[in-house]
DNA sequence: CTTTTTCCTACTGAATTAATAGACTTTACT
DNA sequence: AGTAAAGTCTATTAATTCAGTAGGAAAAAG
């Protein structure tokens, strides 16, 4: 399962997504439309800053931006960088591999086997889930 | 990611697996073979129990056996049995469903979309990989 | 009636999660 | 210069989950 955080942080990319080019966005406003602890998401965008998703103006006038374009942003990344790894086993994390414990040899290891294809699906799916295209959907589902 | 106490579960199942039909298994002996806390394996396997997963045998030339065949277990039903929901959110989950407070409508929820997609491909993964295709697949792999 | 094995209840330490508090810094505007 | 409006930073905390342990009760076999 997602952590709260990530599920806060992917609610705020969109509505950053939503927001672009429109001039930079309040902590604030983001926390009282997406109904998120207006100091736990301080953090949550601090943390999406310090990793460059993105941009920050302090002051009157400031707030929060996009880094990239909406079409470069994808779910992926953002999970990997709330919650850390993707894969179900540490033995078939891209980015956070170790090896399994349990295991005699990795080659031989049925369970891993499955376990390498969930994380093919998986990765595939939300690499390909930008922040526009998540957008795109919900408008076109409202119209219907 | 999957909690040590699924991955034994899985692991103790493909030992029990081997031995279908070659009589009961002590706890002792999977935790040797399988590096398992014997206690810890202890309160897995009856839990197993209880979900008529294994059957089981007191006292003395006791043990434990798979309850079906190693081609009617699969992972998805031990790793929802261990860990719970396999979806990566509440309200896309099929067994342990709960509405997102975050989201306006579910109907319209961009996001909801990309994870309902996610769990799709992982049920048919983990659904289609039995005791007996892990196995299978762990012998055709040594002989290589 | 003793040995072997599973069954059951309760406990514990460590880590993680989901926040909250409060002071600091930067910027725009008057 | 002064002030209000933002984000920045460090620390703390309460609750929950995870991973495992302890110790004895119950059942079966011989």
Redesign the interface.
Known sequence: ??SKKC??A??AL?YLAERYQKGPVHIQEIAEK???PKKFLEAILLELRKAKVLHSKKGKGGGYTLYQKPSEVN?MEIMRLMDG?I????CVSLNYYERC??CRSE?????R??FL??RD??LE??GG?TLD??????KS??TK
């Open positions: 399962m997602l599920k806060y992917i609610h969109v997406k109904n998120i779910l790894p894969a179900l086993l540490p414990e349990e080659k031989t290891c049925g369970i086997d499955v294809n969930v699906e998986t799916i939300l889930s295209k998540i957008l795109k959907r919900e589902m409202l």
